[in-house]
């Protein structure tokens, strides 16, 4: 069956009211008419069957079915801190560890990050990604949309981060491994956790001591040097897997 995002202010009891651009979609496009059900996520975990109902003053309609609290979500909130890379790289590296299950993304430009994002450009890029994000959980049947954060600096992060356990993937560690780390106390019973990963040019040797400075884990994730796209997919794959969440 069809899904389709509603923001939740379009919900009234048990009424909906379908924005002009997806109206335009399940009417023009899918041909759906009065009568066809379809189904409806708000990003807050909420599933609804609506019927279509047709148009009322322009607006298409539909009427709530049936509704469900449906919860996808891994027990791990896993943040991933993620270093600009460029364009396109940077647009599914949101897609696929929205899929695989971290809870929000931080863009993180850093000393080595080539492309800048600032101000109104910024926003415009953040909105781009929010919306790859709510994108890729129609696609997956993730009912909760993670978040994509304001960019931020380097310094920023750590900040945010505070003293919530975080650790940083970093090809020159050789010695501590992830698989190792997850097995750890307590790291093995997280409720929350960050994963740090650096742009195409990797995190400068300022920015990984300042992250040890903070107490932050510097942790490999194996022999091989993964691009900065692979890299938090990999990484998220097996932490949640680790979690018990995947797989
Ligand atoms: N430019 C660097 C590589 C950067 S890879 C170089 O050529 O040496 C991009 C990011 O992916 C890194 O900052 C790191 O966070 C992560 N990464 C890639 N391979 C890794 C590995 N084997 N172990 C830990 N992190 C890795």
Redesign the pocket.
């Known amino acids: 069956m069809r899904r389709f995002f509603i923001e939740p202010e379009n919900i009234q009891d048990s009424s909906i009211c379908i924005p002009p651009e997806e109206a335009r979609h399940i009417e023009k496009v899918l041909r759906l008419k009065t009568g066809d059900i379809v189904m409806f996520f708000d990003g807050t975990g909420q599933e609804y069957q609506v019927r279509l109902d047709g148009k009322e003053n322009g607006v298409l309609t539909g009427r709530i079915m049936h509704r469900d609290l449906k919860d996808s979500e891994p027990a791990l909130k896993l943040y991933l801190a993620q ?1 600009i890379a460029k364009g396109e790289k940077m647009d599914a590296i949101i897609q696929k560890t929205v899929e695989i299950g971290v809870k929000a993304v931080y863009p993180v430009s850093c000393e080595r990050s080539v492309v800048r994002l600032e101000g109104e450009k910024a926003d415009k890029r953040v909105e781009r990604w929010q919306t790859i994000a709510r994108e890729a959980c129609k696609q997956c049947r993730r009912n909760v949309v993670p978040e994509i954060k304001p960019v931020m600096g380097f310094p920023s992060l750590l900040q945010t981060i505070g003293e919530r356990p975080a650790l940083m ?3 020159d ?1 050789h010695r501590n491994g992830l698989k190792a780390w997850l097995r750890t106390e307590p790291y093995n019973r997280l409720k929350e956790m960050f994963v740090l ?7 400068s040797d300022n920015e990984v001591l300042t992250a040890v400075k903070q107490g932050i884990d510097i ?4 022999p ?5 796209e692979t ?1 938090g997919l990999a990484a998220a794959s097996m932490i949640l897997y680790e979690y018990g969440d995947l797989g």
């Open positions: 270093g993937l970093y090809e560690e990963i650096g742009p195409e040019g990797g995190f942790v490999s994730l194996g091989r040097i993964l691009r900065t890299a």
